[in-house]
Structures are given as C-alpha cells and as structure tokens.
C-alpha cells in the first residue's frame, strides 16, 4: 500500500533516526492520521429495537414448593428467580447487587432445613460469597453469618446431614483457610468444627458422603502429614478423626468417590497403585481395595441399582466397559463388553431406572441394562454425547439428536418402544437443546432455545401438549435499544476484523478501518441462510494466517467451509470445505502462513488448500492444544490406547512421546521449546516437561524426583525461557524458570520479602519481558501487579487496604496495559506500570468481550446508556506491536523486540535467536497490506518503500540498538513496520525473516 505525505510531513520523516535513511521512505509511509485520546463510537451496529436477549437460566434446585434458578434479565443483571410452575408465580427472587451488575448465586450448594426453610450460598459484592437463609420469600431472606469478614469469599459448600439437625460443610475462614465447619441453620449454631490442617492454607474438606450410621460423614481432607486421606465426623471435634492412611506417609492417593453401596459402604478411586477401586465402611479395617475389578476406574460417578453399585470400568485389551460390584471381590463383575472404538466415547452410567436397571450412554447413544450382558440394548439411533438427564416418575427425560429433529427433549421407558421425542422446540433440524432438568411435582423445568425468546425456562408434563416456554425473562422492557455485543476481534493489517450481531440470527464479521464511514460488514449471508461461525471452546474465532483472514462458518444445513479473505474482494470469497465431522471445532492454531483446525478430523490449511493429517494412522485423531513451534505445531492426539505428545509439519505428523497416565496439557511455547504437563507412567509422576519438537529433545524436568508428582503451571516466556509457577503442598506458591535443562531450571524470586504469593492464572505481556497480572497479596486485595526480570511490584492499590478492585485484564498496547474495573469507578483503566501512570480512562460498562490493537488505536466493546453495547475506538499512542510472521529452520524464528516509539525519548530494538554466523539487515518501512509471501516466509515491509536501518553483524547471538527519536508533532501518528532480513540460512532460498513488529509513533 502507498500514500503521499505532505511537504511537512516528508521532511520530519527525515529526521526521524538519523543518520540512518529514512528519508527513502518519503512518500511511501502510511499514516492514518491522529486519532483523539477520547473514546469515540466506532459504529451503532445494532440500531433497531432490541430483540428478546436469552436469560441464560441455569442451576434449577427444588427447594420446598417451588424451584429457584440463576437468569440474565435486563436491566437487572444476573439475579436469582422463583417459580411455583407457571409464567405468573415466576417472579424475581434475590437481587444482591440492583445497579444491575451480575453476581453469582451457587444454587449447586443448597440446603432444605424443612419447615420452609433453606440455606443457600451467594455472593455479595461487599460481602463476597457467604451462606444465607430463606423461607421462600424476598423479605425472608437474610445473611446467615459473614464466616469471612469483608468482600473476600468464605465459599462455603458440600452440605451435607449429620442426621441430628446438624450439617457439615467446608468453608474458608479468615484465620484457618478452608476447613471444615458445622450448622444447624441458625447464626450462634454455625462455627468451625476442626482446624484438620493447622495454619492458614486449610485442609480443603470435600467429598462429603453420609454413611450408613445418619450420624456420620465421611469426607477427604490433607492435614499436612498424611496427604489427601477419609476422614469421618459426628459433628464434634473428638468424633472428628481421619480414617486411615491410604498411602503411607505424606502423599495423597484419592481420585474420587463412585458412590455409596446400600449398606453405607463408599467406593472411591484410588491412585496408590494406578486407578483401583477402593471401599470404605468409615473404619481403618473395613478401607480397602476391592480385588478383582479392572485394570483402572473411570473418574465417572456410578449408579446404585440393587445391592450393587455400577460403574466404568477399563483395561487395555477391551478399554472402556460397564462393571458392577457389592463392594467385595467376589461380587465385582463386568456386565458387558462393547466392542471398543478408541475414537468413540464409551460407556458412561447416567442414571438408574426403576430400581433394577440403568441408563447409560455408548457410543454417543442412548443403552439400557439389567446388569446382565443378554439384557444390554440400544434404545434408540440418537447421538447423546453430554446430554442432560433426569430420573423422573419411573422414566429418563433426556437431551438427544437426530438428522429430523436436531437436538431436543426425548423420554424412555427402558425400552426402544418406549423412546420417544417429546416435542420439537424448534421444528425440523434445528435444535432447541434443552438442558438442566428439575422436577416439580408433576411437570420438569429445563433451559431451551428458540429463536423468537432466546434460551428461557420451559416447562414440561412429558407430553407436546404440556411442553411450552415457562416465561420471557430476558424479554426488554419498552424503548430499550439493541446491543450489538462485538467480539472475537483480530487485528488484520492494521483494521481489526470483529463480530458482531447487526440485527440477524448469528454474528457477522465486520471490519474498520477506524471511521465510523469505513466500519462495514465484510461478510453478507447469503439469502434463505443462517450463518454459523462454529465455535472454539464455546467461542467464535476468526484467524489469520499469512495474508489470509479465515473463517469456519456453517450455512443451513450445509457441511462447515473456511472463508478465506485474500484483502482484494468482499466475502464469501474462496471457500474450503472441511469435515470435522460429529464434533465441533475443538482447537485451532496458527504458524506462519499455515492453519490447523482440530475437529474429528485434523486439517491443515495453507494457500486455499486443506489436507486431513493422518496421526497414527487415524484420519480422526481427536487432537487437542494445537501449540505454534517455528512453522509447524505440536499438539496432543490419541495414540493407540494413550494419549501422545505430536509434532506436525504440513500435513506430516511425528510422534514425539506416549503417556499411559495423562494427556500432556498446559502447553506453552518458550524460546525454541514448548512446555507442558503431563505424566508417561514410567516413574517420574505428573511432572514439567519440554520438547524441541524432536524424540530426543523431548524429556522430563523431574522437580519432584521419583514418583512424586509436582504442581506446576506454565505461565510465560521471559528471555527464551519458560516462567512457570511451583504450586507447594502448603498452599504456597513460587515462580521459577527454566531452559528446559536440569541445570537451567531455578527458582525465579521477584516479589518483595515477606509477600504472600498467590495463585497467578495469567501473566498479561506488556512490552519486552514485563507482564502485568493480578495477585491478592494477603494485604493489598486483588489489585493489578507488574513483574519484569528485575522483580514483581504492586503497581497500585485502587482499592486502599484489605479490599480488592479486582481488575480484569483486557490486553496490552506495547509498554501499557488495559484493565476493566469496577473500584473504584467503573471503567477501563490504562497502566503504564506505575501509580501516577494508571488511570480511569473510559468510563462506563461494557461486557469486556472486545479488545484488540490494531493500527495504532484500541478497539473496545462499550455500553453508554443509549446505544446499547456497541463498538468503539481510541488511540492508544506510541506502541509496537508484535506481529505473527517469519520464518526459521524447524523450531527456530528470529525474534524482534522493540520498546514503544514515544516521540522525543530513546528508542529500543532488540533481537536474537538468528542462524549460526549470519548476519541481520533491520528493515523499516511502511506496512505490506497484504503482507508479500515469499516463499514460506511471511513479509510485513513494504518492499517498495522499505530502508536497512541497522546491520547486526552477529544475529545469533542477542543483540540491541538504540536511537533517540525526534520530538516532532509531524511524525504524530505514523504507522510503520520493523522486521529482520538473515542470510546466509540454512532453508532452501539462503535466507529468511525474523517476527515482524507494527510501530506507531506517538508523543504519549
């Protein structure tokens, strides 16, 4: 792309980094102009009256005569709602927060008291997540007791009987962490019951089960000593004792419990010798494996039918198939034996019918049997995969699909006879999918979709005619104007590329060139069709990859086709047909000018052409965490019977390594490596590994040595290597690093003596190796904190004190980074990393779905009380911005860091990672829309206008330049790219180009 300066502005250019030329690049920069430091609305792209939003119901409890759920309604945010079974007793319940901000009501922890009255867990903004009580009304509704005093959470859960109106449950209080507490519903009968663990990390109480004795509850716990063993309680500290040291000494062996015999025995699963099957009674004694079962236990929950307790089971000559057993060896038995399909999901128990069978699933449909193998059967030719059951009056309701109907609400007897559909929401193959069942007497309550109301509460008598939509509580009140609600956005030369909802059934993409004249919908549907960008982890994804812009999309009933966006046409352009199969897209990633989809099958996209990669000789490998490694990626897929670590290239698939015991997960690329979890089953535990893409270079960092497993969690790179986080059996957390070598692996220690270091999810890069994140240091709250190689600080406590602003990290401009807050004013704040330098920049709400840099201005998602949430725009001054291009020899790209080129400051560029004895050419010039491939390698500078700027003599080895930039109000704005030029490499051509930063210069 050319543009023409104006005399001025050519003559600034020219001092821009002298004495090097840049005065070449006159007449050839791009430079879109000064954007204001105001936020401005890109786009009303919804302008119509609002169409009824879905209230998203979830977590239906019966308590008592009525049912209590979590809804989204508008203007009111996320509340709690009450329904006695019809549109006019469905009423608001709780609203803790009537700003309209959401909270979270956990309705999966309840407690019916009786005599009308429950106990339930929510969260209050000032108070944080604490036990209430009810007697079924608003007025009656009341905190129980503030067990953690302030807004930080006690999240108390698990209740569970004693049987002599006591109840036990965990709960994190103030002094001891998360311990185990008791109540009888009443304020001054709710404390503490036993500090398992003493000190202030908790034992973390779970698994509560009552025994056969109503006066005692087992549950797991780790006092420190021990590890993770049973523990029994009555309900007083001396009756409070733990059961018995399953695996001797400090580790822990339990996976989970199965479910409890009808003599009050429980079976769990136990690690201490692989996945057994173990039983429990309550006593030293009677804790045990049960001899005799299978080869390993699924961490599914079982069915009681009988005497017996059925489960899955799996081995690996058969793998996954439903047993049985009574709690002893003689008595554990496999039912049946399905032929085993290592790419189809295998049997998974999902209720008990009638007292002497059960329902289950195999193969994505729906089975019965009696606990013989004779009396196993298919019901029905339906796919059930995650479906949503309920036992209910000797019958199963049940989500299901089939080719007709699409995904709706069908019943079962037991038998294929007695299978039918109970009515189609949605008429023809669209599919309503209901889900969340709750019985209330007769008729049961469940989510559902149609496209007139969105996804509401439905109520069912199990008939068509008694099947209907409960009430609109997402339905907008009068003069409410639509939302738009953009998303997913990705920066494609400078423009982002967005979705958003313009008033149709599903999300469009649209792109911006940061005008509200130049922001238009790029993609028109066809007429007569429904688009459907198919979904990554639940969210849609758009990719780009070299110089192309690539969207799944599904139209009607069609098979899914990638759009491909070459930069010179409208859409629908170039389309490729990719079958994924029953599954929807489970990853999706991208190296270079290369793309790889992971569905059933696993495709890999280059230059319009789409190739199914065969893995182990598979065509449907099921592959997850598709990693970027130099041009090809390294991914997780089955291998045989286990699980294995991949290196793709094109369409060429290595195995690396196999593990019996987990699938690698977690994986992050640092430096020429990519980082993971995982363990083989060969001795070491679930420990650190790395791999260089080979079978020799990939290998354990064994921090726990022998067969104890460490808790790690991989968070970034920082200097060519991996940061992770240690996670101690204390609770504590610890950061170190690694080069992927025994020797290389350290403890890294940044944060000030005597910090309590929390749990850190994510490390947010803000320019070259700083990260922002947020930590609760015990004293400050949630607050947002910077860490670099010279140590982790606070960066500023908005909320004085205890209390936390808990900010939301949206993303980073270069050296600054954004977060959304509520404390201490709602908003979008901006950090430079310093107290003066962070500030509340875009006040108001929004739903934080939109944040990408893209040619020098931050695109945002914003709701300003007229136009609902809707797109917008402001500068986001100097920054540099890394950009995915270049090319290496296998693991290897040249890397490229630049400071942000704030006018009037020192400039900083910094690389590494070159081929051995070569030599760099710095390139500056103006942004290549669409970028020039040439050969395999991804080009961001214009050829046409681009300047060497520096030689690097010896690009192997680190390197940095500086200039000092011009403080010029002519140069405000102006958009240029920096990439690295190599030679002599070893690929074919003699040479290729290192990672690509887009630069815009700023006096800010």
């Known amino acids: 792309m050319q543009s023409t300066f104006p005399r001025r502005r050519r003559d600034a250019v020219r001092r821009l980094v002298p004495p090097t030329p840049v005065l070449l690049l006159a007449g050839l920069l791009l430079a879109p102009g000064s954007t204001s430091q105001s936020p401005a609305l890109l786009r009303d792209v919804h302008t119509g009256p609002p169409s009824n939003p879905s209230s998203w119901p979830t977590d239906f409890e019966r308590l008592g005569p009525a049912v209590y759920f979590d809804a989204e309604a508008p203007t009111m945010g996320r509340i709690v709602w009450r329904t006695d079974g019809t549109a006019a007793g469905t009423t608001p319940f709780l609203d803790l927060e009537p700003t309209g901000t959401s909270f979270r009501t956990e309705f999966g922890d309840t407690l019916w008291l009786g005599n009308g009255r429950f106990l339930f867990v929510a969260a209050d903004p000032n108070l944080g997540s604490e036990i209430w009580i009810s007697d079924g009304s608003t007025a009656g509704t009341s905190l129980l007791l503030e ?214 699933w195999a193969y994505d449909q729906p089975w019965v049997t009696d606990g013989t193998s004779a009396g196993t059967l298919r019901l029905a030719d339906l796919r059930t995969l995650g479906s949503s059951c309920l036992e209910w009056n000797g019958q199963l309701l049940f989500r299901a699909e089939d080719a007709a109907h699409g995904e709706e609400l069908w019943r079962t007897d037991g038998t294929p006879g007695g299978t039918w559909l109970v009515a189609d929401l949605q008429a023809g193959p669209a599919s309503s999918s ?39 509580v997402g339905s907008w009140p009068a003069g409410w104007t639509a939302s738009s609600n953009p998303h997913a956005a990705v920066d494609w030369f400078g423009r982002p590329v967005f979705l958003a909802d313009s008033g149709g059934n599903d999300p469009a993409p649209w792109r911006s060139d940061g005008t509200m004249s130049g922001t238009s919908q790029l993609l028109q549907v066809p007429t007569g069709s429904t688009m459907n960008l198919l979904n990554e982890d639940g969210n849609p994804r758009l990719h780009v990859a070299g110089r ?189 690093l690694t080069d992927g070598t025994a020797t290389g692996t350290m403890p890294f220690d940044v944060f000030p003596p005597g910090t309590t270091v929390d749990w850190i999810d994510e490390l947010l890069p803000c320019g070259p190796d700083r990260f922002a994140f947020t930590m609760d240091d015990g004293v400050h709250g949630a607050e947002p904190w910077l860490l670099g190689v010279q140590g982790a600080r606070l960066v500023a406590d908005l909320q004085p004190g205890g209390a936390s602003s808990r900010p939301q990290l949206l993303g980073a401009t270069g050296e600054e980074f954004w977060f959304r807050s509520v404390y201490p004013s709602s908003g979008i704040y901006r950090s430079d990393g310093t107290v003066a330098g962070t500030a509340l920049v875009v006040p108001g709400g929004g739903a934080a779905q939109m944040f990408v840099l893209s040619g020098g201005r931050i695109y945002f998602d914003r709701a300003d009380g007229t136009r609902g949430v809707e797109p917008w725009v402001m500068s986001a001054g100097a920054t540099a911005k890394p950009l995915p291009a270049g090319c290496g020899v296998g693991s290897r790209v040249a890397a490229l860091e630049a400071s942000d080129p704030v006018l ?22 103006p942004p290549a829309v669409p970028p020039v491939i040439a050969g395999d390698c991804v080009v961001r500078v214009d050829p046409n206008g681009v300047v060497t700027l520096a030689w690097i003599a010896d690009a192997a080895n680190p390197w940095q330049r500086s200039w000092l930039l011009p403080n010029d109000a002519a140069l405000v704005g102006l958009q240029l790219v920096l990439q690295s030029a190599l030679a002599p490499s070893p690929r074919p051509a003699g040479f290729e180009v290192g990672e690509a930063v887009w630069l815009t210069l700023d006096t800010w």
């Open 904 to 925: 009037g400051r020192i400039w900083q560029v910094r690389g590494r990672r070159g081929p051995a004895g070569s030599i760099a050419a710095l390139l500056l010039g």
């Open 548 to 736: 192309e812009l690539l969207m799944l999309v599904g139209l009607a009933n069609d098979p899914p086709v990638l759009w491909r966006d070459l930069g010179n046409g409208p859409l629908p352009g170039p389309a490729i047909t990719l079958n994924l199969g029953s599954l929807p897209l489970l990853d999706a990633a991208v190296a270079g000018n290369s793309a790889w989809f992971s569905g059933q099958h696993l495709h890999h996209v280059r230059d319009g052409v789409a190739t199914t990669v065969d893995v182990a000789g598979q065509s449907h490998p099921w592959a997850w965490e598709l990693t970027p490694l130099g041009e090809g990626i390294v991914c997780t897929a089955v291998s045989g019977i286990d699980d294995g670590l991949w290196r793709i290239e094109q369409a060429t698939a290595t195995l690396l390594h196999t593990f019996a015991n987990s699938r690698p997960e977690a994986l992050l690329r640092a430096g020429t490596r990519v980082y993971f979890v995982a363990d083989d089953g060969r001795g070491a535990g679930n420990e650190l590994w790395s791999t260089d893409g080979s079978v020799a270079g990939t290998q354990v960092l064994d921090l726990t040595p022998g067969s104890g497993s460490s808790w790690v969690t991989p968070l970034a790179e920082i200097h060519e290597r991996l940061l992770f986080q240690v996670h101690a059996r204390d609770g504590s957390h610890r950061l170190w």
């Open 147 to 360: 067990i953690h005093p302030g807004i930080d959470h006690a999240a108390p859960g698990g209740f569970t009987a004693l049987g002599n109106g006591q109840y036990v449950f965990a709960a994190d209080g103030p002094a001891n962490g998360l311990e185990l507490w008791v109540t009888d519903g009443t304020a001054a009968g709710t404390g503490e019951l036993f500090d398992i663990r003493p000190g202030p990390y908790g034992s973390v109480p779970d698994w509560f089960t009552t025994l056969a004795n109503p006066s005692r509850v087992l549950f797991w716990a780790d006092d420190d000593v021990h590890g993770r063993e049973p523990w029994i309680t009555d309900g007083t500290p001396q009756g409070t004792r733990m059961v018995a040291d399953v695996a001797p000494g400090p580790g822990s062996t339990f996976d989970r419990v199965l479910g409890v015999l009808p003599g009050g025995q429980v079976v769990f699963r136990s690690s201490l010798n692989g996945q057994e099957l173990w039983v429990t009674d309550g006593t030293a004694a009677g804790t045990g494996p049960i001899p005799g079962g299978p080869n390993s236990v699924r961490a599914m929950p079982g069915v009681v039918v009988g005497n017996e307790l059925w489960f899955v089971g799996w081995d690996p000559v058969v793998g996954e198939q439903p047993w049985a057993t009574d709690g002893t060896a003689a008595g554990t038995r496999r039912i049946h034996t399905f032929h085993w399909l290592p790419t189809a999901p295998g049997p998974r128990f999902v209720s008990a019918l009638g007292g002497t069978r059960a329902v289950l």
């Open 434 to 472: 209901p889900w969340g069942f709750c019985a209330l007497g007769n008729q049961v309550l469940f989510t559902a979709f149609d496209p007139i109301h969105g996804s509401e509460p439905w109520i069912s008598d199990g008939t068509a005619a008694g099947t209907h939509l409960l009430a609109d």
